[in-house]
């Protein structure tokens, strides 16, 4: 989208089209267009029809918020899901945070989550077209007199005077995903440097990033959504006691840790717990173990057992009827013989696919199982078995 066509969607005439969009199916798309280009020039019902895709593929990630906000291709697939931002947000402010630098801002996301947290937000950006959107969402929300969008090199801006600083490097270019944090823009080096020049400071990373390459004195922070993990962030000045943070949404869920020594390993049990991507993560496996009383199938495998059901919030618990060694027979014996028709394939350490173990098993009937696929000490193992309900 060019500039002169999102901006002419911010006039009367372009704000009367988006509310007649408002809903639209593309069942109905063709009659529509046709309809609205009788009465609206070309260009901006092209760029409405535009904005209107991008609002309901953003509805996932901004809820109700999509509706009235503004994006672009790219601020869509790279901004961060609301929830994830108001749990920032809600960091920064309960570290007394009332000045914040939001640099790499992109569309505005963070931004409008700090100023609804009561924090006055520097948004800066330099490109010219997601500053346009940032500034329209921020005004769109309600929260435009806490925050300024300044186009600008991040490197440009002097961040002297505010309480915290945040950073989103891009780490995407045309080529694709990049996975050297030196190679995100800005680098990894340049963004610890400024985040370390504030009272506070969070840097956003890859989730995947290795462990050796988080700095000597950041906390660690990994966030999962509803069972997903959404980012990694490193904070600076928290003065965490622990060196890695897991925390879960909706909740929240939070756990520190990553000083424990290696769990034990034993036998498996009648429960399996399966910890949340974020433990995981953040090699946070030790602490789902001591709170279970449990120990690990395998010490390189993030599954754990016990012998009790005990609630935790960070790992899905199951309830195990059968542990075999695995075999593909047998599995399709079992399944025929029990009726089971919904069959939930899951595997760690196994050379298993799972939609090939389902064709290769062919389940039918009323009941549901989960079989989990995993590597032992005594060898591959299936563990079959229903959902324990500690999801939290």
């Known amino acids: 989208m060019e500039i002169e066509s999102f901006r002419a969607l911010l006039t009367e005439q372009g704000q009367a089209l988006l509310a007649e969009l408002r809903g639209f199916t593309a069942a109905g798309e063709l009659a529509l267009a046709t309809r609205l280009r009788r009465e609206y020039p070309a260009e901006l019902v092209r760029a409405a029809f535009e904005q209107a895709r991008l609002r309901q593929r953003a509805e996932a990630k901004f809820g109700a ?20 931002a108001e749990w920032r947000a809600g960091r920064f402010a309960a570290l007394g945070v009332r000045r914040l630098a939001d640099l790499c801002c992109g569309i505005g996301g963070d931004a409008v989550a700090l100023a609804r947290a009561g924090i006055a937000v520097l948004a800066v ?30 490197a440009e801006v002097d961040t002297a005077g505010f309480d915290a600083v945040f950073t989103d490097p891009a780490r995407r270019t045309s080529r694709g995903r990049v ?13 610890v440097r400024a985040a370390r020049g504030a009272p506070f400071g969070a840097l956003k ?12 004195g950041a906390e660690a922070e990994w966030v999962s959504d509803r069972g997903e993990v959404k980012e990694a962030v490193l904070w600076f000045g928290t ?30 049990g009648r429960y399996l717990y399966e910890p949340d991507g974020a433990v995981i993560r953040g090699r946070m496996v030790a602490e789902v173990v001591a709170a279970v009383n449990g120990r690990l199938i395998d010490p390189m495998i993030a599954y754990v057992t016990s012998d009790e059901l005990r609630p ?41 696919v799972p939609e ?19 590597r032992t000490a005594a060898g591959p193992v299936m563990m079959l078995g229903q959902l324990a309900g500690l999801a939290m």
């Open 205 to 216: 990373v890859a989730p995947g990033i290795p462990h050796e390459l988080v700095p000597e």
């Open 125 to 154: 950006d330099r490109d010219g077209l997601t500053c346009e959107v940032a500034r329209a969402n921020a005004a769109a929300l309600g929260v435009a007199d806490l925050v300024e969008v300044r186009q600008a090199d991040v």
């Open 239 to 268: 003065d965490a006691a622990e060196p890695y943070r897991a925390t879960l949404l909706p909740g929240p869920h939070s756990l520190s840790g990553g000083a424990l020594p290696a769990p034990p390993v034993g036998p498996v």
């Open 312 to 352: 935790t919030p960070y790992a899905q618990a199951y309830e195990l009827t059968d542990v075999l060694p695995f075999q593909v027979k047998r599995l399709k014996a079992l399944v025929k013989e029990r009726r089971i028709g919904t069959l939930v394939v899951k595997k760690r350490g196994a050379s298993v």
């Open 179 to 191: 996975f050297d944090p030196e190679a995100y823009s800005p680098p990894l080096s340049w963004a």
């Open 65 to 84: 918020d999509a509706a009235s906000m503004y994006f672009t291709q790219h601020g869509v697939e790279q901004a961060t899901r609301r929830s994830v």
């Open 356 to 374: 090939e173990l389902r064709r290769q098993v062919k389940p039918a009937g009323p009941n549901a199982v989960t079989v989990i696929v995993a």
